[in-house]
């Protein structure tokens, strides 16, 4: 069985794997994981020409790879994974995206659905007071702490006095990415950043209250904490306007270094150096202090929701119980050691709109968590479910998994269906409390403007991915 999408034609494998053979100039094959009815959405727009394009990246292995929620993004699919040689491969800022380190974090808690629902105006009403959001607005962190912030991440929240020491060990790479260099940076991704460090931003952010609504894998749901009935915090957000401009100043000095290495791709929007040159490695410094930006900035917002979840309920923050289940980023390139023919090879392992996933056993993962995988998470769309998934062994896409639901209507044609009124009032029947940033731009993220998120996270379990760990159910959102 085949399918069409744009030029390209895709052969299913499996069922749930659909392949693109090498063609042109491609150096190795395109590979989607979706079912028939997401191949069906995705093949709408032009991602899968996106996954092509990747395929003709110098020093790819393997194949390049898509998530079920994948759709269409700058260079690189949202959704799309690309790992290369470091020793004769390059680094694309395509590959990451402009928001840096954009990822998900989860706070577990003491309280049940019947607490909060006895309680939610006054949550609401804090998480509202406390979270700032919207396009370009906002910061709870002093413009003091930013170049401490961009060396050590999350580490430097906690000496600032957000957070609790404690919640290093539940963050990927521990919240702090090596090598940063702050003068990697220029003044304006500075300036940028210094206002908006504690903050949500705008689109698909959200910090959203969520009910353990099933468990399907009790002994990881113990190990992370979580139970049927447990109210949770969901937070994604990311680097702000410093990580778009960082990834906007480097664009350009690839884009102007390409010739002198003899790197021609398929599409501008693929800019590319080899991953040990000058370039290549001032872009990945940049962006380790930009994600160092982004751990800090969810590390400081998780300290806000436990200060609004304790003065809601007249207690201390440490009575909340929102103790960390995990932080991890979808929008990175990480140099990784993988089994490549047998040979641990050193590989850029870039993921965009694509979620590290760990298996068992994994030397990188916290000692508890190691036993049965690594946290996965991935938030629905606002209205809809969200699951916390484990990574396996043996993930055939160099350990990475779906990050979200993947959009499949436009911000402008969700627009045009319904008002962000109707879509507040819509939630708010549906027993959802709603505190906006702007009631004008909700129907942009409407739930009909996302893939069906657990069909995303059964294709993930089906393809070996990621396994189901939990079901989360929305009961509150503050909406950037």
Request: contains cysteine; hydrophobic residues 45%.
């Amino acid at each position: 069985m085949s399918a069409e999408a744009g030029g390209v034609e895709l052969v299913r494998k499996s069922d749930v794997v659909w392949e693109l053979p090498v063609s042109g100039d491609m150096r190795v094959p395109g590979r989607i994981f979706a079912s028939g009815r997401l191949i069906d959405a995705i093949t709408q727009d032009r991602a899968a020409d996106q996954v092509a394009n990747v395929a003709h990246l110098p020093g790819i292995v393997e194949a390049s790879f898509a998530m079920p929620d994948i759709h269409w993004g700058y260079g690189f699919p949202i959704g799309g994974v690309a790992a290369t040689r470091v020793a004769d491969g390059v680094v694309s800022p395509g590959g990451v995206g402009f928001d840096i380190c954009c990822g998900v974090r989860l706070l577990a808690s003491k309280f049940t659905e019947e607490d909060f629902a006895g309680n939610r105006d006054q949550v609401m009403a804090e998480l509202d007071r406390r979270i700032p959001r919207g396009i370009g607005k906002g910061a709870i962190a002093p413009r003091a702490i930013l170049k401490d912030v961009l060396r050590r991440g999350a580490a430097a929240a906690v000496a600032a006095g957000y957070g609790w020491d404690a919640d290093l060990e539940r963050c990927e790479e521990r919240g702090t990415s090596d090598g940063a260099e702050v003068d990697a940076m220029t003044d304006r991704a500075l300036t940028r950043g210094g206002d908006q460090l504690g903050s949500l931003g705008a689109g698909n952010h959200f910090l959203e209250v969520q009910a353990v609504d099933r468990v399907l894998d009790p002994t990881a749901a113990r190990v992370f904490g979580l139970e049927e009935g447990m109210v949770v915090v969901m937070i994604h957000c990311g680097s702000r306007g410093l990580g778009h401009q960082t990834c906007t100043d480097q664009l350009k000095l690839m884009g102007n270094a390409m010739n002198r290495y003899g790197i021609a791709v398929p599409d501008r929007q693929l800019a590319s150096v080899p991953v040990t040159s000058t370039e290549g490695r001032s872009y990945l410094a940049a962006m380790a202090a930009s994600a160092n930006f982004a751990w800090a900035n969810r590390h400081i917002l998780a300290h806000e929701a436990r200060e609004a979840f304790a003065r809601a309920f007249g207690i201390a923050p440490r009575s909340t119980g929102m103790d960390l289940v995990y932080d991890v980023a979808h929008n990175l390139a990480k140099l990784e050691t993988h089994d490549l023919d047998g040979v641990a090879t050193e590989l850029c392992v870039h993921r965009k709109g694509a979620t590290r996933a760990f298996g068992p056993g994994h030397a990188d993962l916290p000692d508890d968590v190691r036993q049965v995988g690594q946290p996965v998470l991935i938030p629905g769309s606002m209205g809809t479910a969200s699951w916390v998934l484990r990574g396996v062994a043996a993930n055939p896409a160099f350990a990475s998994a779906a990050h979200g639901a993947g959009r499949v209507m436009s911000r402008k044609k969700a627009k045009a269906h319904s008002s962000g009124s109707e879509v507040r009032r819509a939630l708010e029947d549906a027993g959802i409390a709603v505190r906006p940033g702007s009631v004008k731009l909700l129907s942009e993220e409407a739930p009909y403007a996302y893939k069906d998120v657990d069909e995303v996270a059964d294709v993930c379990e089906r393809a070996g991915l990621a396994a189901r760990v939990a079901r989360l159910r929305p009961l509150g959102v503050v909406k950037g």
